[in-house]
């Protein structure tokens, strides 16, 4: 009777098996950067989003701003500013007048 | 909507008005900021013209020794102006009077004095005729260069551009404006109207009575000028008694009595209907209807009486009482 010689696998460390795991880290390191950039790069270069504007409309029916300063220099005795609007033109711009001055 | 910016502030002895439309041009500053922009302009027009300021670009030209002298783009154009105007009239609006100005009592500025009495004025004058140029016309010899950047003039000639300077002032300060629909420069009673807007919507302008402040009429204005002078603000009583007003007749110096107190001309600019004004005023009634005949105008004898002259009959919305002459 032929003897069977059996041998049962070693459960020892595989030295040569593969990659180490630095390698390992390093490598997929190295796909997340690159993944991380291609990402970035495709960002940039995509067309900005349109830029929503906010248009405000305001009537202003009737203003009136009347700013006196009494006791200017330089021959100007006082000013008198009024500003005004409204829907009317006519009743805006009183007539002027022309006489001696 | 249309809106106005009306502007008011005190300059040149007189109060000046600004009537500012909207914005035509999208780069045009807002017409307050317009406004207060003209004021500065205004202000520093007046301040370097001004006869009674030893400190004005006027007053050294007026002291300068030399027969040729260096001068501003803005001294060249007034004293340009004030030449036009001579040219206009043939002598009769002219601005080499400075000397018998100051002979007559206007040597300081009257701004905020009292004037004398109109009426009592025109009671004690002499005859009533008209000005005439002077036959010296010095105005002639007086040369504006603008490649030098110089006037010549003979030597002890000053002068005065205060005759058409309100006028040319309310012009320069309507050119600027031209980015807004429509605006009206009030230099003191000399105005300036222009704008795109103004041709649909024309500017009311009141005309007042030298005499007793009352409106004579309103008219439309759409463009150019419109200017008035009189006798009834620049009036005094000199020491000897007799009235003297600032309106002077070139061939003799004094005060020209002509049988007018106040005059309205409309033209093409307001430096044009100031010197128009000026021109009926101090040629007396029969000239004053042959120079207001082409723009049109109103005429105040000195007996209050209104006459309107020209174009001006049927664009009184409020027409004079008194008679009308086409």
């Not at chain 2, 249309?2 to 807002?30: C, E, K, N, Q, W």
């Not at chain 2, 300060?173 to 109207?193: K, Q």
Request: a neutral charge; glycine letters at 10%.
């Amino acid at each position: 009777m032929a003897a069977v010689a059996t041998t049962s696998p070693r459960r020892g460390p595989r030295a040569a098996a593969g990659p180490d795991r630095i390698t390992v880290m390093l490598l997929t390191l190295t796909v997340f950067l690159v993944i991380l950039a291609v990402l970035a790069w495709q960002m940039r270069s995509a067309p900005p989003r349109p830029v929503h504007r906010t248009v405000v409309l305001r009537r202003v029916y009737e203003t009136r701003v009347v700013e006196t300063v009494v006791g200017a220099a330089g021959g100007a005795g006082s000013v008198t500013q009024s500003v005004s609007s409204s829907g009317s033109a006519a009743g805006v711009a009183a007539a002027a007048t022309t006489r001696t001055s | 909507m249309d809106s106005h910016l009306d502007y008011t502030f005190r300059a040149m002895a007189s109060d000046v008005r600004l009537l500012i439309g909207p914005r035509l041009r999208r780069t045009a500053p807002a017409p307050l900021d317009a406004a207060d922009r003209e004021k500065a302009f205004v202000l520093e027009f007046g301040r370097r013209l001004s006869r009674f300021s030893a400190d004005s670009e006027l007053s050294a030209l007026n002291g300068d020794p030399r027969l040729t002298v260096p001068a501003s783009a803005l001294l060249r154009a007034a004293v340009r102006a004030g030449l036009w105007a001579a040219e206009c009239s043939d002598g009769l609006v002219e601005p080499t009077l400075v000397g018998a100005l100051e002979c007559v009592g206007y040597a300081v500025s009257r701004d905020g004095v009292t004037p004398a009495s109109l009426c009592t004025a025109l009671d004690s004058a002499p005859a009533r005729r008209p000005a005439r140029p002077d036959p010296a016309s010095r105005w002639r010899q007086i040369v504006v260069h603008d490649e030098a950047g110089t006037i010549v003039r003979p030597r002890g000639v000053m002068l005065d551009t205060g005759g058409t300077g309100k006028g040319l002032c309310a012009d320069a300060v309507a050119c600027r404006l031209g980015g807004y629909a429509r605006f009206l420069v009030d230099c003191g009673g000399d105005i300036a109207v222009g704008g795109l807007g103004a041709q649909f919507e024309p500017y009311e302008i009141d005309i007042e009575h030298p005499l007793s402040g009352d409106r004579i009429g309103r008219v439309s204005v759409d463009h150019g000028g419109i200017a008035t002078s009189g006798l009834n603000v620049r009036i005094w009583r000199r020491p000897d008694g007799s009235f003297a007003h600032h309106l002077l007749d070139p061939s003799t110096g004094q005060p020209a009595w002509t049988g007018l107190i106040g005059a309205t001309a409309l033209g093409e600019s307001a430096l044009e209907a100031e010197t128009l004004s000026k021109m009926a005023l101090l040629g007396g009634p029969d000239a004053a209807r042959r120079v207001l005949a082409e723009h049109g105008g109103v005429i105040v004898h000195d007996s209050g009486e209104v006459e309107t002259v020209g174009p001006l009959e049927d664009r009184l919305s409020t027409p004079a009482p008194s008679r009308a002459v086409a």
